[in-house]
Structures are given as structure tokens and as C-alpha cells.
């Protein structure tokens, strides 16, 4: 059974977390720390292109009046105005 995303982006932040406490520590042995390093680096980008793409399905594409494209934020409808 194959993970959420959200359940992928968690474990990315823990994990790079982790990396973060043991490098900041100082007592990790030089070429295991370039290798966590650029594991953490991995990680950090992983998680930012989640951000993105979570951040982009939030936003709806309209045309203003002038016929111009533009986004707006997504605001999640009210309990009054389901979605369906």
C-alpha cells in the first residue's frame, strides 16, 4: 500500500529534522555529515516542492473583467455554501 503525500511530506520534515539536530551537534564524523548534508538538501527540496503544489491546487485561475487571467487565493466554502 502506497503512502499518502501528506503522510510523505511528515516523514521528509521528521527525517530532515533529525538531520538538522545531528549536524547541529557538531560530533558527526566528516563524511558522514556531507552525506547527511546532501540527504538534507534532498529533503528540504522535496518538501518545498510539496508546499508548491499543495499551495497551487489552492488557487483558482479566473478571467477579471478586462479578460486578463488571474489567481486568487482558495477560500474553502462555508458550512452555509457547500461545494459539491
Do not use: Y
Not at 547527511?36 to 508548491?52: N, P, V
Not at 487565493?73 to 452555509?80: I, T
Amino acid at each position: 500500500m502506497s503512502k499518502k503525500k501528506g503522510d510523505q511530506f511528515e516523514e521528509s520534515l521528521k527525517r530532515l529534522q533529525t538531520i538538522v539536530e545531528r549536524l547541529e551537534k557538531g560530533d558527526v564524523p566528516l563524511e558522514e555529515a556531507m552525506n547527511s548534508f546532501t540527504e538534507g538538501i534532498r529533503l528540504a527540496q522535496s518538501c518545498h516542492r510539496k508546499l508548491e503544489e499543495a499551495e497551487n491546487r489552492l488557487r483558482m485561475v479566473l478571467k477579471d473583467e478586462q479578460g486578463a487571467w488571474t489567481t486568487i487565493p482558495f477560500e474553502p466554502a462555508s458550512s452555509e455554501n457547500p461545494v459539491e
